[in-house]
């Protein structure tokens, strides 16, 4: 029935600063902007190697996400990286410090996190 997953939307408070952060930090390739008058809104489809993945909305005032401790709804967001040392590396070259290393108990893979600007926890996992 279900063929993949199509897209992720994620509500940012700044626009500027969230896509700053999934263009120039993480790397995503815009598809399309659009900016929506009548909601005073900006729609943003980004692409990880081409293939279509985030929306990234900015509405006025949206309510802040409660995080910690975690509530009920989209926990985090998870990119499948090859190594995680590069990542960590680049990350910090943007003063983004990444949580320690850990090792997921199930399947032996390494995997960190960090946060968007909006405190969404990002994984980073190694395939």
């Known amino acids: 029935m279900l063929n993949k997953v199509h897209h992720i939307a994620i509500i940012c408070s ?16 815009i598809i399309r902007e659009v900016y929506r008058e009548e909601r005073q809104s900006y729609k943003l489809d980004l692409a990880i190697k081409g293939n ?10 949206p309510p802040k996400r409660v995080s910690q401790p ?3 709804g989209l926990r985090h967001l998870a990119f499948e990286v090859d190594k995680l040392e590069t ?3 680049h990350l910090a ?3 983004i410090i990444a949580e320690p290393i ?7 893979r390494r995997f960190t996190f960090i946060s968007d600007p ?10």
């Open 52 to 61: 279509y993945v985030v929306e990234l909305f900015s509405f006025p005032n």
């Open 70 to 72: 975690e509530a009920t």
């Open 102 to 108: 850990r090792i997921d108990e199930y399947t032996g």
């Open 93 to 95: 070259l943007h003063n």
């Open 87 to 89: 990542v960590i590396d």
């Open 118 to 127: 909006d405190k969404l926890p990002i994984e980073f996992y190694e395939s």
């Open 14 to 29: 700044d626009y500027d600063l969230s896509k700053k952060f999934y263009v120039e930090i993480l790397g995503l390739q």
